[in-house]
């Protein structure tokens, strides 16, 4: 019998030197509905570690248990050496915080929003002007500090609304889809800047949907509905087509091509990749030069057949078909 | 503390760029002060009148006079039967009539009560009534006039009736009306704005993005209610400043009695504002649920415009969920009658009460809503 009476022997985990986030078994549900399902995984100091999941999939759920916002269901989670189902708050001044709304105060000025920030996480005399120089010239809005936030572009916005997060600086910061609704330069910027924050040490939490944004991350999990469908490096997500090539068909016709492969037993499965076909073959099956012959004998106007190395949209996919 | 003068500070910022809300919070003041105070007056002078004399003695002649030369009533009309005023009643050229019948003077004469009939037209009952109260108070003084000027020939001595109007003896609706106002301030500025405040954030998602910080839900609630009490103090102050020196309006208690009552009022209120912006989750709904559950009752139920008195039973009984209700009660008190604490102090306890439970319920909600 655990502590709790349940039955199930709980395992504490403990704060560690090298994980700055430990989660085991974390659930939550709301009515019937599980929205986070025992959910388990570590994130290293100074990593920057990625969430990837549809719209839906328990990512902002997971992060607002770990932030202290949410209280789980079951299970528990550390941050910072802080449990946070034990203690919520003291979760709070060892993290930062920052979702794709960039819930900044449009009213008021750029030196108002740091300021009000800085106030709320009690900053004070030199640190808070250290600090206030350092958000101003990271987010690149030096002499703009009468500017209403309002009447900044998005990529600012972004930016000042990261650093308004990290005033404090915390060891471990959450962004929640951060850098949706910004155009691409500001975006790879913005990924600059989260380069930068992990290199001097931060632990980096950060939820997208974009899966190039993923690559950039040093680990991802993937979640789907709720559960934790895969974790690893990105080359380590990839080695689930190790044994499972996949090869690019370039066809006049992708749809009757599709219709081809799919009729074939050597292939396991098909999807449109643009005006490409990508086919997952079973292990050992056909070589390039055999599947064009087979194509063609099918009727089908194949132009070129090559073996290509698996993206993160081919795991993504793999993943949510696998596990839903 | 520095987190709750923070969220204070960046709460004024706020206010100060919102133009809207500015013109809300100050003019309206003035605005209402000025309508109620000139344009909402029931104060009712030329009360158009018509005569019927059938006595046509040195005594009836007197009363007519004495109507007229009350200032009160304007002569419309001298008739020589009843169908002439139900005409004149019908084409709305007379609100009253005044019907003296023969043998007045020779009842009077003999000692007898002479009769008169005075006709109201009773469309609006407002008017009615205090047209009644004229008449009462015209009769009144001629008979006891009448009286003591017969009396004075014999025994030299006679009791003069003297109707009096205690506490607004000119009977002016400005003064009665300054305590509702402020209350109704009280409603728009701690109430409404309150609400939307706090509504407002949790739209925009700087709610969530404070809720991130290390900042507990007391100090975030106390320092965003702090901007709304003293923003609604000094509109109730500057109020009854206006109407010092607009209507004349005296203070006759004593002023930190004033305050008391206005802030006792205000803390329920913001208590109120923040109960409700824990059950909308839009401005809209805040702002309906707000009008429903506070301004209209202030407006309605607190015996602000419609006596208490005059309103069905069970109506008076939900007038006592009222705060306005027991504020007005304090304040026309403290201003027109010059009470002391000891007077109104069961008003004062009804709105300590009424803060308390709100503020619990307020807190409650708020718990449940931040963990």
């Known amino acids: 019998m655990g502590p709790d009476g349940s ?117 004070e005399g ?199 | 503390m520095r987190s709750v003068l923070a969220v204070a500070c960046k709460e004024l910022l706020q206010i100060r760029r919102d133009r809207r809300s500015l013109l809300v919070l100050f003019f309206s003041p003035i605005f209402f002060l000025l309508l109620y105070g000139y344009a909402l007056n029931f104060d009712i002078r030329d009360v158009q009148i018509a005569v019927e004399d059938r006595d046509l003695s040195p005594e009836s002649r007197r009363l007519v006079s004495a109507f007229v030369n009350s200032g009160y009533f304007e002569l419309a009309a001298s008739v020589e039967d009843p169908a002439g005023i139900v005409a004149l009643m019908e084409r709305d050229r007379i609100r009253a009539a005044l019907r003296i019948p023969p043998g007045f003077a020779r009842d009077i004469r003999r000692g007898l009560p002479g009769r008169v009939e005075v006709l109201i037209n009773g469309e609006n009952a407002n008017t009615a009534t205090t047209v009644l109260g004229y008449v009462n108070a015209i009769i009144a003084a001629e008979s006891a006039a009448y009286r003591m000027s017969v009396r004075s020939a014999a025994t030299g001595a006679a009791i003069q009736l003297e109707p009096r109007v205690w506490f607004n003896p000119e009977l002016r609706s400005a003064l009665f009306l300054v305590p509702g106002l402020i209350a109704y301030i009280g409603m728009m500025t701690a109430v409404v704005s309150t609400a939307l405040a706090v509504v407002r954030e949790k739209e925009r998602g700087t709610m969530e993005q404070v809720r991130m910080a290390p900042i507990g839900a007391l100090p975030y609630i106390v320092g965003k209610s702090l901007p709304y009490l003293a923003i609604s103090m000094t509109a109730g102050v500057s109020v009854v400043l206006a109407s010092m020196v607009l209507f004349d309006m005296p203070v006759r208690g004593p002023w930190w009695l004033l305050l008391l009552s206005m802030a006792l009022f205000l803390w329920g209120a913001l208590s109120m504002g923040l109960l409700i912006s824990t059950i909308a989750q839009s401005q809209q709904v805040a702002f309906q649920v707000a009008l429903l559950s506070s301004f209209l009752p202030t407006m309605i139920l607190s015996g602000f415009i419609f006596p208490i008195a005059s309103m069905p039973a069970w109506l008076q009984a939900v007038t006592y969920i009222v705060p306005a209700r027991y504020f007005l009660v304090a304040l026309r008190g403290v201003v027109l009658k010059g009470a002391g604490f000891t007077t109104i102090a069961d008003s004062l306890g009804a709105l300590v009460i009424f803060a308390v439970i709100v503020t619990g319920l307020a807190a409650i909600r708020l718990r449940r809503e931040w963990s």
């Not at chain 1, 979702?99 to 900044?104: E, G, H, P």
């Not at chain 1, 889809?177 to 989260?194: A, K, M």
Request: net charge neutral.
């Open chain 1, 7 to 123: 039955g199930r022997v709980e395992v504490r985990p403990r704060e560690d030197a090298t994980h700055a986030i430990v989660v085991r078994n974390l659930t939550r549900r709301f009515g019937s509905f599980t929205a986070v399902d025992d959910v388990s995984f570590e994130v290293r100091r100074g990593e920057v570690f990625g969430f990837l999941g549809a719209n839906g999939a328990g990512k902002s759920t997971t992060i607002r248990m770990l932030c202290g916002l949410l209280r789980p269901t079951a299970g528990t989670a550390i941050v910072g050496g802080v449990d946070v189902t034990r203690d919520p708050e003291g979760v709070k001044s060892r993290i930062g915080y920052m979702s794709q709304r960039f819930s900044l105060y449009e009213s008021l000025t750029v030196d108002q929003n740091i300021r009000f920030f800085a106030g709320v996480y009690g900053l």
């Open chain 1, 126 to 324: 030199e640190r808070l002007e250290r600090r206030r120089r350092f958000v101003l010239e990271m987010a690149g809005l030096e002499g703009r500090e009468t500017t209403r936030t309002r009447e900044l572009a998005g990529g600012w916005r972004q930016r000042l609304a990261l650093g308004c997060a990290i005033l404090h600086e915390p060891p471990i910061v959450f962004l929640d889809e951060p850098t949706g609704g910004v155009d691409p330069v500001s975006r790879r910027q913005f990924w600059r800047l989260i380069d930068h924050l992990a290199a001097s040490g931060t632990t980096v939490l950060v939820t997208t949907h974009y899966l190039d944004e993923a690559e950039h991350c040093e680990r991802i999990a993937v979640m789907n509905a709720g559960r934790l469908a895969a974790i690893g490096t990105v080359a380590e997500l990839k080695a689930v087509f190790a044994s499972r090539p996949i090869v690019e068909i370039q066809a006049a016709d992708a749809v009757q091509t599709m219709r081809a492969l799919d009729a074939m037993p050597e292939v396991e499965k098909t999807s449109l990749f643009g005006t490409a076909v990508h086919a997952v073959l079973r292990d050992g099956g056909l070589s390039p030069d055999a599947l064009v012959r087979r194509l063609r004998d099918a009727g089908s106007d194949v132009r070129s057949v090559a073996r290509v190395e698996p993206s993160l949209e081919d795991v993504f996919l793999d993943l949510v078909e696998r596990t839903s």
